[in-house]
C-alpha cells in the first residue's frame, strides 16, 4: 500500500532524487526530504498562498500537488532566487531587497510565498499598477502588513527590476 | 502526511487510462489540476484507492478549431493556457472575460477545464460559461465514446453523466451567431473566492435590434447551472428596455434556489441577483448592439 515511487526533479537548479510515498505534498517534500524549509506552510489547502513555488516557472501551490507530480519538472522555490556574485557572496535579488526596503514584511512567514508569486508577475509585467500588483496577490494571504506595504515592495521592485537598457 | 495511502498510477497514453479505468471502475479517483480534489484529500474527506494521475496526457491540452468552426478544446487543458489564449478571446470572449474571475493566479496555473466540469461545484464559473454557450463535453471509455450536451451533463451537487470508467476528453463550443453579445458578471467577497452569485448572459439582437435570441445562466444558484428560461423568453421578439430588464431579473429569480448562508441573507441573494441581472443584461445588449 505504501509503496515508494521515485522523484527525479530539479530545485533551484539542482538535481535531485529521491523515493517518497506519493501522498507526499510537494510541499512536505521540499521541506523534509530536500531540507528546504523557506517554502512555508499555512493552510494546507491551497488558500493562504505561504507554500507558494515555481513550477516550470509558474506559481503553483506546493501544498495541494503530490511531489511524485513533480518528476521531470523544474522547481525554484525562494531559496533560489538570491545569486551569487563574483566574491561568492550571496546577493538579495531585487525583489527579497525591495521588500526589506518598503518594509514589505513583519512576522515574514507569508513573505516567501509573496516572493515567489510576484518574481513571476514581475517578470511578466515590466510596469505594472497597483490594481494590477493587488490582483497578482489576490492568492496571498497576509496578517501583519495590510498588504500596503507589499505593493509598495512591488512596485519599487518593478523599478529596480527594468532592464538597465531603459 | 495529510492525504490517505493510495496506489498512484501516471499512464502516459489514454488507451492505458482507459483499461485502468475499466478495471478499477469506483476504486479510482482521476487527478487533473488537483486544485479541488488534494484540499479534499488533505481533509481526507475524499479517500481514493487507486489515485490515476493524469498529468502525462499531455494530448489531451490543446485550443483549436474544428471543421464546423466549433472550438475544440482538450480536457486538460489549463485555466492560465484558456485565460491567455488569442483563439479562445476573440472566439470564446465570454470565457476570456470569465477566466479571470477563477480563483488565483497559482490556482489557474494548475486547474484544468475537464477537472472543473468533472467536479461540478455549482459555484464554479466554466459549468455555467459551458451551460451558457452550448457547449458539448466528449467522454471515453475502453469500449468507445459518447457527447452529452453541457445542460445534460451537470445532475446534481458534484454529480455529473460521467460513469466511473469514463473521462472527458474534449469540449467543443459552438461559435456565437453573428450579433450575440455577451457577459458573465459574479460578486464574491473578495476577489478570487467563491462567488456568492454569478450570472452569464447571451443576447442574439437581429438588424433592427430585435430580440432573436437569449440566455441567461446563474452559478451558485441550484445544485447546477440554472438556466432561466421564461426570463430569457421574455426577451424574445422585444426591443431593450429598462423595464423589459426589470422584468427579466425579477422573472428569473423565481428559478433561483437561493439559500442563506453566513455570508449573505437569502433578501441579500436576491438583491444581488437583479443587480447582477440588469448589470449582465445591459452589458450582453450593448455588445450586441455593437456586433450586430
Known amino acids: 500500500m505504501t509503496s515508494k515511487y521515485p522523484v527525479s526533479l530539479k530545485v533551484n537548479g539542482r538535481a535531485f532524487n529521491r523515493e517518497v510515498e506519493p501522498r507526499m505534498l510537494l510541499s512536505d517534500f521540499l521541506r523534509h526530504e530536500l531540507k528546504l524549509t523557506g517554502t512555508h506552510v499555512g493552510c ?3 488558500v493562504c498562498g505561504a507554500c507558494t513555488v515555481l513550477l516550470d516557472g509558474l506559481p503553483v501551490r506546493s501544498c495541494i500537488m503530490l511531489a511524485v507530480q513533480a518528476d521531470g519538472h523544474t522547481i525554484q522555490t525562494v531559496e533560489g532566487l538570491a545569486t551569487t556574485d563574483a566574491n561568492n557572496q ?12 518598503a518594509h514589505g514584511l513583519q512576522c515574514g512567514f507569508c513573505t516567501p510565498g509573496f516572493l515567489m508569486t510576484l518574481v513571476s508577475f514581475l517578470q511578466e509585467k515590466q510596469n505594472p499598477t497597483e490594481e494590477e500588483i493587488r490582483e497578482a496577490i489576490s492568492g496571498n494571504l497576509c496578517r501583519c502588513t495590510g498588504y500596503q506595504h507589499i505593493v509598495d515592495a512591488a512596485l519599487l521592485a518593478a523599478e529596480k527590476m527594468k532592464p538597465l537598457t531603459e | 502526511m495529510k492525504p490517505a495511502p493510495f496506489e498512484y498510477l501516471a499512464p502516459d497514453s489514454l488507451s492505458s487510462t482507459l483499461e485502468i ?14 486544485q479541488s480534489l488534494i484540499p479534499a484529500m488533505n481533509f ?22 474544428g471543421n464546423s468552426g466549433d472550438m475544440l478544446i482538450g480536457s486538460l487543458t489549463r485555466h492560465h493556457q484558456l485565460e491567455k489564449d488569442p483563439q479562445v478571446r476573440n472566439h470564446l470572449p465570454l470565457i476570456h472575460e470569465a477566466m479571470p474571475l477563477i480563483a488565483h493566479p497559482q490556482i489557474r496555473n494548475r486547474g484544468t477545464i475537464g477537472g472543473s466540469l468533472a467536479h461540478a461545484d455549482p ?22 465514446e459518447r457527447w452529452v450536451e453541457a445542460k445534460d451533463f451537470f445532475q446534481g451537487i458534484f454529480t455529473t453523466a460521467l460513469a466511473d470508467d469514463e473521462i472527458i476528453v474534449e469540449i467543443s463550443i459552438p461559435r456565437m451567431p453573428n450579433g ?10 473578495r476577489k ?22 437569449a440566455r441567461i445562466v446563474y452559478l451558485n ?7 432561466a428560461q421564461s426570463a430569457a423568453g421574455l426577451l424574445l421578439n422585444e426591443e431593450r428596455s429598462e423595464n423589459l430588464l426589470e422584468a427579466v431579473a425579477k422573472d428569473a429569480e423565481k428559478e433561483l434556489s437561493l439559500t442563506g448562508n453566513i455570508h449573505a441573507s437569502v433578501p441579500y441573494l436576491r438583491h444581488l441577483s437583479r443587480v447582477l441581472t440588469i448589470r449582465a443584461l445591459n452589458k450582453a445588449f450593448d455588445r450586441a448592439t455593437q456586433s450586430a
Open chain 1, 44 to 46: 494546507e489547502q491551497g
Open chain 1, 90 to 101: 550571496l546577493q538579495m535579488h531585487p525583489l527579497q531587497v525591495a521588500f526589506w526596503e
Open chain 2, 21 to 34: 479505468l475499466a478495471e478499477n471502475g469506483d476504486e479510482a479517483k482521476l487527478l487533473a489540476g488537483g
Open chain 2, 44 to 65: 481526507r474527506l475524499v479517500q481514493p484507492t487507486v489515485l490515476v494521475d493524469l498529468n502525462r496526457l499531455s494530448d489531451l491540452a490543446y485550443i483549436k478549431r
Open chain 2, 123 to 144: 459555484a464554479a464559473e466554466l459549468p455555467v460559461l459551458l451551460v451558457a454557450l452550448d457547449g458539448r463535453i466528449r467522454m471515453r471509455n475502453r469500449s468507445g
Open chain 2, 180 to 189: 450575440t453579445g455577451y457577459s458573465f458578471v459574479e460578486f464574491a467577497r
Open chain 2, 192 to 213: 478570487g473566492d467563491y462567488a456568492l452569485l454569478g450570472v452569464a448572459v447571451l443576447i442574439t439582437l437581429d438588424a433592427k435590434a430585435v430580440c432573436r435570441q
Open chain 2, 221 to 227: 444558484a441550484g445544485e447546477t447551472p440554472v438556466i
